[in-house]
């Protein structure tokens, strides 16, 4: 619309070939202040860069003018029209302020705050949660100690762009207790309980409030940590400004009559915080102009209602019809509908529509439900693929998602289809194939560092890497010649054995040389190890691109762009290290993989022109429309969740986003979700997950059959065939079938965890029970041994002194303390302390409840070999037996959280037709018991004890006596298990998804 020459007549174009009546009165308003307002896809961006376009030609200088938009979507990503006016360039609100503190940091950053990084607000995120003392409300001392670190950073998040009123927090808790007493006396009458009201998920009221209380209390304490380390975060910047300008009359009138000319697009979007900033830069002498969708969809009350009703007094408003998009009345009638919740849509037609409005969006808009969230993403694939065969440009199409997470999954899938595709607005480097490999290598010599070969398990999944080339025949040799050397001084690490070969001399003519891909790698990786030790964090980043073997993969594979994603990743290790100067590579792991595992992106802003297909959030949607639009998992769970409200919508673990109730609404995401398109719209859901659980489509489904649109029950591929997981084609290894393998077959013996593993996974038992991986354990593996041999300890010493009582609970204590105390080197930085303290408490009170119900009469840790059934050998060790005479009751314990493992102790059923693995386990062992040759042993019950306490603070043992059809059962299993094995099918995966053996071998 607009040329680069503000001073030529020729910019403007012929308004009456490219605007609509009501554009052109938007556009030529002459009013001071005007509000323009207007479903998706009637020409508000046009309207906003048209008037922006007429100042300019009026001669306003560029500098007296501001636009700012309601997006956090970077300049070029705002508007097809954007790009045409460069001297006025749209900012978010955030950049704007940015910029302030840019051109004149002695007024609005007079403490010299830097802008945090997302490494750093993991660090100062770690080191609050680090801070919390034993019984805060947010500390876990065992699995993912730090699960709330995200929770954390979004609710900070959100309060700051509430303006930074932590009493909206008081108030949610108000509203709660309310509507709890309100619900209460129909809960108790439908339960006939007297217990306090709960939450789904073992969660009561109580908790969840107390959850709440902890993060609002945490608030001024991650403030405190900015101000320690002078850091301040994005949402700072708008309470930062705003605070300034609200203390400073002066500087309030001086900035606002800087800005005689302020656009803002997208109103709709902006937060609390952001209106609270518009409310002090417009003045009552300058001329705004104001952009905002229809009022159908805003959040009713609030400070933005109150903005509008207040800019409203003084302004023009302008309503912009009809849209250019063909599915925009549709949609905005069925969605206002629902949110009235009062309007009924006759059956066959929506009020206002006309028969051939609908007609036309049918020939245009297609509904698929699929069996699974599998299927649906190979329909979503083909659906694509037969675009782009049609000459569809890859930019033209975007897949919207409920979860980045899930854009991001689908990514991969389709870039394994050759389908070029681009997630999100910014460039997540932690996602980047390259840099994935650079991590584990990274991560793989930062565990070498802490513990001499503790990196053999992660070793082995390195070698698989294609960036070393080694064939698998050898790999598997390898890792069998060490599986069989002895386990004593490591002589079975795979690191010790692959170095000794490549660096060992010839015995003879005949000798065979490690294969040259293997001795390349390991020279490679001692050399990158031997650096780790004496460079820093930056030199050693520097050595592994320059590698030969980094260097030519980075050079046969252009399409990833590597060269600019490593880029930004030794940007990343220049911040941290600058920021922190005494950061070495375990401390810089440490925080990384927390980024990873919180799911933190590390992006950078993407630069030139958005290539492939796009797959965004409804959020990241907003504002851009697209030639073809395919909608995923369009699930009530997914799209529809709070549509009654944030108070109902309790869920286990506080998801802070959806209960404070400040995000966009269910029905404002849909809106924005289903007109983004300019042609085609494809919907598509499944009714079923991956793991046999059912779900249903989200109610604008309904609403669309409702009114005549038909549902497509299968996604048909080009070929023709229905798609569907069992087509899938699964990941299969090299048949090796030498003298090595042939020995590690025969000397095999089916036990418990083997049995479980090959159900779970073939491929995993191969590499699990045949190769035999080496694995150091982890800290959760650790601390369960250090457990285990306090009670084993504890028993024996009883025995041996054959005492007519226990020992004290002293002796158990110290026990645990030596032996975790001998493996210290193998925690992570801090982890020792919280495990010794949680382990002595736990143990302190397991000993206490359960001292006067423990047998005297028993044995522990006991080997149990030669066992025969079905021609299947069998093994196992058993933690504890208890006698009573020939009757036995076997115990195993486990250690980890109650409400996880309580799957793993069902019997087969529907969503497990095998059973859980503890099920399974238990059984396992009284077939083991009581076919014993050397005793005379019957199993009369067995029992898992659970050796740390549930959420209640109680411990909790689950005795079982197996059936006749039980034993025949795992009987089947193991039979099975065992032909499986003979024949040789551990070579072929299972296939899942999130299968840690079959990705090895993925393409």
């Given at each position: 619309?607009?040329?680069r020459?503000?001073?030529?007549?020729?910019?403007l174009p012929?308004?009456s070939?490219?605007?609509?009546?009501?554009q052109q009165l938007?556009?030529?308003?002459?009013?001071l202040?005007?509000?323009v307002t207007g479903?998706a896809?009637?020409g508000k961006s046009k309207?906003?860069?048209a008037?922006v376009?007429?100042l300019?030609?009026?001669g306003v200088?560029?500098?007296?003018?501001?636009?700012?938009?309601g997006?956090?979507?970077?300049?070029?990503?705002?508007s097809?029209q954007?790009?045409?006016?460069n001297?006025?360039a749209p900012?978010?609100l955030e950049?704007?302020c940015a910029?302030?503190?840019i051109?004149d940091?002695?007024?609005?950053?007079p403490?010299?705050?830097?802008s945090?990084t997302?490494?750093?607000?993991?660090?100062?995120?770690?080191?609050?949660?680090d801070?919390?003392?034993?019984?805060h409300?947010?500390k876990?001392n065992r699995?993912?100690v730090?699960h709330?670190l995200k929770p954390?950073?979004?609710?900070?998040s959100l309060?700051?762009?509430?303006?930074?009123?932590i009493?909206h927090?008081?108030?949610?808790?108000?509203?709660?207790?309310?509507?709890?007493q309100?619900?209460?006396?129909a809960?108790d009458?439908a339960t006939?309980?007297a217990?306090?009201?709960s939450l789904?998920?073992?969660?009561s009221?109580?908790?969840w409030?107390?959850q709440l209380?902890?993060?609002?209390?945490?608030?001024?304490?991650?403030?405190?940590l900015?101000?320690?380390y002078?850091?301040?975060d994005?949402?700072?910047?708008?309470?930062?400004?705003?605070n300034?300008?609200?203390?400073?009359?002066a500087?309030?009138n001086?900035?606002q009559?800087?800005l005689?000319?302020v656009?803002v697009?997208?109103?709709e979007q902006v937060?609390a915080?952001e209106?609270?900033l518009?409310q002090?830069?417009?003045?009552s002498?300058?001329?705004q102009?104001?952009v905002s969708?229809?009022?159908?969809?805003?959040?009713?009350?609030?400070?933005?209602?109150?903005f509008l009703?207040?800019?409203?007094?003084?302004?023009?408003?302008?309503?912009?019809?009809?849209s250019?998009?063909p599915?925009t009345?549709?949609?905005?009638?069925?969605?206002?509908?629902e949110?009235r919740?009062s309007?009924?849509?006759?059956?066959g037609?929506?009020?206002g529509?006309s028969?051939?409005?609908?007609?036309a969006?049918?020939?245009?808009l297609?509904?698929?439900?699929c069996?699974?969230?599998?299927?649906e993403?190979?329909?979503?694939?083909?659906?694509?693929?037969?675009?782009?065969?049609?000459?569809?440009?890859p930019?033209?199409i975007?897949?919207?998602?409920?979860d980045?997470?899930?854009?991001?999954?689908f990514?991969?899938?389709?870039?394994s289809?050759?389908i070029?595709?681009t997630?999100g607005?910014?460039?997540?480097?932690?996602?980047?194939p390259?840099i994935k490999k650079?991590v584990r290598l990274?991560?793989y010599?930062?565990k070498?560092?802490?513990f001499l070969?503790s990196g053999?398990?992660?070793?082995?999944e390195?070698?698989?890497?294609?960036?070393?080339?080694?064939?698998?025949?050898e790999?598997?040799r390898?890792?069998l010649q060490?599986s069989?050397?002895?386990?004593?001084?490591?002589?079975?690490?795979?690191?010790k054995?692959?170095?000794?070969?490549?660096?060992?001399?010839?015995?003879?003519?005949?000798?065979?040389?490690?294969h040259?891909?293997l001795?390349?790698?390991s020279?490679?990786?001692?050399?990158?190890?031997?650096t780790a030790?004496e460079?820093?964090l930056?030199q050693l980043?520097?050595?592994?691109?320059?590698e030969p073997?980094?260097h030519a993969y980075l050079?046969?594979?252009?399409?990833?762009?590597?060269d600019s994603?490593?880029?930004?990743?030794?940007?990343i290790?220049?911040?941290?290290?600058v920021?922190?100067?005494?950061i070495d590579?375990?401390?810089?792991?440490?925080?990384?993989d927390?980024?990873?595992?919180q799911?933190?992106?590390?992006?950078s802003?993407m630069?030139?022109?958005?290539s492939?297909v796009?797959?965004l959030?409804?959020?990241?949607?907003?504002g851009?429309?697209?030639d073809?639009?395919?909608?995923?998992g369009?699930?009530?769970s997914?799209w529809d969740e709070?549509?009654q409200?944030?108070?109902?919508?309790?869920?286990?673990e506080l998801?802070?986003?959806?209960?404070?109730?400040?995000?966009r609404?269910p029905?404002?995401?849909?809106?924005?979700?289903?007109t983004?398109?300019?042609?085609?719209?494809s919907?598509s859901?499944?009714?079923?997950?991956n793991?046999?659980q059912s779900?249903s489509?989200s109610?604008?489904?309904s609403r669309l059959?409702?009114?005549g649109f038909?549902?497509?029950s299968k996604?048909i591929?080009?070929?023709?065939a229905?798609?569907?997981p069992?087509?899938?084609?699964?990941?299969t290894v090299?048949i090796l079938?030498?003298?090595?393998?042939?020995?590690?077959?025969?000397k095999f013996?089916?036990?418990?965890?083997?049995?479980?593993t090959w159900?779970d996974?073939?491929?995993g038992?191969?590499?699990?029970?045949i190769l035999?991986?080496?694995?150091?354990?982890?800290?959760?593996?650790e601390f369960?041994?250090?457990?285990h041999?306090?009670l084993?300890?504890?028993?024996?010493r009883?025995?041996e002194?054959r005492?007519e009582?226990?020992?004290g609970?002293?002796f158990l204590?110290?026990?645990?303390s030596t032996?975790?105390l001998q493996?210290?080197s193998?925690f992570?930085?801090?982890?020792?302390?919280?495990r010794l303290?949680y382990?002595?408490q736990?143990?302190?009170?397991?000993?206490?409840?359960?001292?006067g119900?423990?047998?005297?009469i028993?044995?522990?840790?006991?080997?149990?070999t030669?066992v025969?059934v079905?021609?299947?050998p069998?093994?196992?060790?058993?933690?504890?037996?208890?006698f009573e005479?020939?009757?036995?009751?076997?115990?195993?314990y486990?250690?980890?959280d109650?409400?996880?493992?309580?799957a793993?102790?069902?019997p087969?059923n529907e969503l497990?037709?095998?059973?859980?693995?503890?099920?399974?386990?238990?059984?396992?062992?009284?077939?083991?018991?009581?076919n014993y040759?050397?005793?005379?042993?019957?199993v009369?019950s067995?029992?898992i004890?659970?050796?740390?306490?549930?959420?209640?603070?109680?411990?909790?043992?689950?005795?079982?006596?197996?059936?006749?059809?039980d034993?025949?059962?795992v009987?089947?299993q193991?039979?099975?298990?065992?032909s499986?094995?003979?024949?040789?099918?551990?070579r072929?995966?299972?296939?899942?998804?999130?299968?840690?053996?079959?990705?090895l071998?993925?393409s």
């Amino acid at each position: 619309m607009f040329t680069r020459d503000p001073n030529s007549a020729s910019s403007l174009p012929d308004a009456s070939e490219v605007l609509n009546e009501a554009q052109q009165l938007a556009i030529e308003a002459a009013a001071l202040r005007v509000l323009v307002t207007g479903s998706a896809g009637t020409g508000k961006s046009k309207v906003i860069h048209a008037r922006v376009a007429r100042l300019l030609l009026q001669g306003v200088a560029p500098g007296k003018i501001v636009w700012l938009t309601g997006s956090k979507r970077d300049g070029q990503h705002y508007s097809p029209q954007a790009s045409d006016c460069n001297v006025v360039a749209p900012m978010s609100l955030e950049q704007y302020c940015a910029r302030l503190i840019i051109q004149d940091p002695a007024m609005f950053n007079p403490l010299g705050f830097e802008s945090i990084t997302a490494f750093e607000q993991a660090q100062l995120l770690k080191e609050l949660i680090d801070q919390f003392p034993q019984g805060h409300p947010l500390k876990r001392n065992r699995g993912d100690v730090y699960h709330f670190l995200k929770p954390l950073k979004d609710f900070f998040s959100l309060i700051k762009r509430m303006g930074g009123n932590i009493e909206h927090v008081n108030q949610l808790k108000t509203e709660t207790l309310n509507e709890l007493q309100r619900l209460s006396p129909a809960q108790d009458e439908a339960t006939n309980s007297a217990e306090p009201a709960s939450l789904p998920g073992n969660n009561s009221a109580e908790e969840w409030l107390t959850q709440l209380e902890s993060f609002k209390n945490e608030y001024d304490n991650y403030q405190a940590l900015l101000g320690k380390y002078k850091r301040f975060d994005a949402n700072d910047l708008v309470l930062q400004v705003s605070n300034i300008l609200k203390a400073d009359a002066a500087l309030l009138n001086h900035w606002q009559g800087a800005l005689p000319h302020v656009f803002v697009d997208g109103l709709e979007q902006v937060n609390a915080a952001e209106i609270q900033l518009l409310q002090l830069l417009i003045s009552s002498d300058g001329s705004q102009t104001i952009v905002s969708a229809d009022d159908s969809f805003m959040v009713p009350g609030g400070a933005l209602s109150g903005f509008l009703r207040e800019f409203l007094r003084t302004a023009a408003h302008v309503k912009l019809t009809p849209s250019y998009r063909p599915f925009t009345a549709i949609f905005t009638k069925l969605l206002a509908a629902e949110k009235r919740q009062s309007e009924v849509i006759p059956v066959g037609q929506v009020i206002g529509l006309s028969e051939e409005v609908i007609a036309a969006a049918k020939t245009r808009l297609d509904i698929k439900a699929c069996q699974s969230s599998q299927e649906e993403k190979e329909g979503i694939i083909s659906g694509i693929q037969r675009l782009l065969e049609k000459g569809i440009r890859p930019e033209n199409i975007v897949v919207i998602f409920s979860d980045l997470k899930i854009a991001r999954q689908f990514e991969r899938l389709a870039r394994s289809r050759k389908i070029e595709c681009t997630p999100g607005l910014h460039i997540d480097i932690l996602e980047s194939p390259i840099i994935k490999k650079l991590v584990r290598l990274l991560r793989y010599v930062s565990k070498e560092l802490l513990f001499l070969f503790s990196g053999d398990e992660e070793l082995l999944e390195l070698l698989h890497d294609e960036i070393f080339e080694i064939p698998l025949p050898e790999l598997y040799r390898l890792t069998l010649q060490a599986s069989n050397r002895k386990r004593t001084e490591f002589q079975n690490s795979l690191r010790k054995n692959l170095a000794e070969q490549t660096n060992r001399p010839p015995r003879d003519l005949f000798d065979p040389a490690l294969h040259p891909a293997l001795a390349k790698a390991s020279k490679f990786l001692e050399r990158l190890i031997s650096t780790a030790k004496e460079a820093s964090l930056q030199q050693l980043f520097q050595m592994l691109r320059k590698e030969p073997i980094v260097h030519a993969y980075l050079q046969n594979h252009p399409t990833d762009k590597p060269d600019s994603k490593v880029e930004a990743m030794a940007g990343i290790i220049g911040e941290a290290t600058v920021r922190d100067p005494g950061i070495d590579l375990r401390g810089f792991m440490e925080v990384l993989d927390l980024v990873g595992k919180q799911q933190l992106p590390v992006t950078s802003p993407m630069t030139g022109a958005i290539s492939g297909v796009s797959l965004l959030t409804s959020d990241q949607a907003a504002g851009l429309a697209f030639d073809h639009v395919l909608v995923a998992g369009l699930t009530a769970s997914s799209w529809d969740e709070n549509s009654q409200g944030p108070l109902l919508d309790f869920t286990e673990e506080l998801d802070i986003k959806k209960l404070l109730g400040f995000e966009r609404s269910p029905i404002q995401n849909l809106y924005t979700t289903l007109t983004r398109s300019n042609g085609s719209l494809s919907l598509s859901y499944s009714v079923g997950n991956n793991y046999s659980q059912s779900s249903s489509p989200s109610f604008i489904i309904s609403r669309l059959r409702h009114i005549g649109f038909e549902i497509q029950s299968k996604i048909i591929t080009d070929e023709g065939a229905t798609t569907s997981p069992k087509s899938k084609k699964l990941p299969t290894v090299p048949i090796l079938n030498d003298a090595l393998e042939n020995q590690a077959l025969g000397k095999f013996m089916m036990s418990a965890s083997a049995l479980n593993t090959w159900l779970d996974c073939p491929l995993g038992f191969y590499y699990r029970h045949i190769l035999r991986v080496p694995s150091c354990g982890n800290e959760a593996t650790e601390f369960g041994s250090a457990v285990h041999h306090a009670l084993e300890q504890f028993f024996r010493r009883m025995q041996e002194e054959r005492l007519e009582k226990f020992p004290g609970v002293d002796f158990l204590l110290t026990e645990f303390s030596t032996y975790m105390l001998q493996q210290q080197s193998k925690f992570p930085p801090g982890a020792f302390e919280r495990r010794l303290a949680y382990g002595l408490q736990v143990l302190h009170n397991y000993h206490d409840r359960y001292l006067g119900e423990w047998k005297k009469i028993v044995s522990v840790e006991l080997n149990i070999t030669g066992v025969m059934v079905n021609a299947v050998p069998l093994k196992g060790k058993i933690d504890k037996l208890e006698f009573e005479g020939r009757k036995i009751t076997v115990v195993d314990y486990k250690s980890g959280d109650i409400m996880k493992a309580m799957a793993k102790l069902q019997p087969p059923n529907e969503l497990e037709p095998n059973g859980g693995d503890y099920w399974r386990q238990s059984v396992f062992y009284k077939i083991l018991v009581d076919n014993y040759p050397r005793k005379d042993w019957i199993v009369s019950s067995t029992e898992i004890d659970f050796l740390e306490p549930g959420k209640s603070g109680q411990f909790y043992k689950h005795c079982a006596v197996p059936t006749a059809a039980d034993i025949e059962t795992v009987k089947q299993q193991f039979t099975l298990a065992w032909s499986g094995i003979q024949q040789g099918l551990f070579r072929t995966g299972c296939g899942k998804e999130h299968c840690r053996w079959c990705s090895l071998h993925s393409s």
